[in-house]
């Protein structure tokens, strides 16, 4: 493994080139691996563990649309796509990739399903680290390891196309072959990721947990929201609060910050910009902290995974899903971004 110092702390990070994908394609030279689950990072790892001369199959179950979309990618009735346990059954290693509350549902019917020596992976430490809430206690005859890309399976997907790759965590909580190792590291590099991180199942879950309710996605919609109706309340127009709010940033300061890091972004705007944002960056600081903190120890003593497992189970979940992405959709402000993305030259006529 590379050292690589992060900001003072000395960390490991496995690299592409130190674990090659020939050497992933002889560690794995002997498994079948089953990929459950067909929505969003089911297909990007199994397409891309597919093309990178991995002997996959999936599972799934049949005449749903997840079903027809394994189809569409090319994968066989009674070859290549099965039902969960027939795909389970078949294989030495079993990506489990139905959603997290899936899993729980699923779990009486696979656990029978695992062999001697069998690998059962995960992309989220949430099953087995809330395994009282989940029922997710793997039988120690089998290796329980986790590969966790850190993007969504569209980006896991669209980056192996475009020749570069995702960065994900791996753990390993249950080592039963010896070997687990080297089958987490070979599957992390066989999906695609451009380098791994060490970590373990509670640290990825916790933070994982944390990160998609705060900064990635709670907080930003929280915060743009704010923002805008504030612009708004005093008067601007709505193309006026969308651009000062969401479009400046998508299309121009976001992508400076991943670029060359925040100072790179704030030294390419005015001083103008910079003298206010460096001393109003304190005070969102500290707004915002003790909302952070109320998060995490939210994410900690089980509340958030209790209330995913609650509302993912409901027959209904994926209508009410789509039903609050739609009211989002709908507001004024979202609204008023279609029509100032409709605007960008690239997707005029569209
Ligand atoms: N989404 C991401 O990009 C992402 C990123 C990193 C990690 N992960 C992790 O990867 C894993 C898979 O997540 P995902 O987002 O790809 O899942 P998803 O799209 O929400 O999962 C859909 C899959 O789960 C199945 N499923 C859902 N509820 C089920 C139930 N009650 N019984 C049986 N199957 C059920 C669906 O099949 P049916 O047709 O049966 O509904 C479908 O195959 C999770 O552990 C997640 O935390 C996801």
Not at 64 to 84: H, I, Q, R
Not at 163 to 185: C, K, P
Not at 226 to 255: C, D, M
Request: glycine letters at 10%; aromatic letters at 10%; one cysteine or more.
């Amino acid at each position: 493994m590379a050292k690589i110092d992060f900001g003072g702390t000395v960390e490991d990070v496995v690299m592409r080139n130190e674990f090659p994908l020939d050497k992933a394609r002889q560690v794995l030279s002997n498994e079948v691996v089953a990929v459950l689950g067909y929505g969003v990072q089911g297909p990007a790892q199994a397409l891309n563990m597919r093309e990178n001369g991995i002997q996959v199959i999936v599972g799934q179950l049949a005449d749903t649309s997840y079903w027809e979309k394994a189809l569409k990618d090319g994968w066989v009735p009674g070859k290549t796509l099965f039902s969960l346990e027939e795909a389970a059954k078949q294989a030495t290693i079993i990506q489990y990739l139905v959603s997290d509350a899936g899993q729980m549902a699923v779990w009486p019917r696979l656990k029978p399903c695992l062999k001697d020596g069998d690998a059962l992976y995960f992309s989220h430490g949430f099953s087995i680290v809330y395994k009282e809430q989940t029922g997710v206690v793997p039988p120690e005859f089998v290796d329980v390891i986790m590969v966790a890309p850190k993007g969504s399976g569209t980006s896991v997907r669209a980056n192996f196309l475009s020749g570069s790759g995702i960065n994900s965590s791996f753990a390993i909580f249950q080592d039963y072959t010896g070997r687990a190792r080297e089958r987490t590291i070979a599957l992390g590099i066989a999906i695609g990721s451009g380098y791994l991180f060490p970590t373990t199942f509670q640290s990825e879950v916790y933070s994982d947990l944390t990160g998609e309710r705060g900064i990635l996605m709670g907080a930003l919609a929280g915060v743009m929201e704010a923002q805008y109706n504030v612009l708004r309340k005093n008067g601007h127009s709505p193309s006026e609060a969308f651009n000062e709010t969401v479009e400046e940033l998508t299309q121009s300061l976001i992508r400076l910050v991943g670029q060359n890091g925040m100072d790179w972004m704030y030294a390419n705007c005015s001083t103008t910009a910079q003298r206010g944002a460096l001393d109003w960056r304190h005070k969102f600081s500290a707004a915002v902290a003790p909302v952070f903190d109320e998060l995490y120890s939210s994410v900690v003593t089980g509340e958030e995974t209790r209330i995913v497992l609650a509302a993912n189970s409901a027959p209904d979940y994926l209508e009410k899903l789509t039903a609050e992405l739609r009211e989002m959709r709908k507001s004024e402000m979202w609204r008023a971004g279609a029509a100032v993305r409709a605007l960008r030259p690239e997707n005029w006529g569209k």
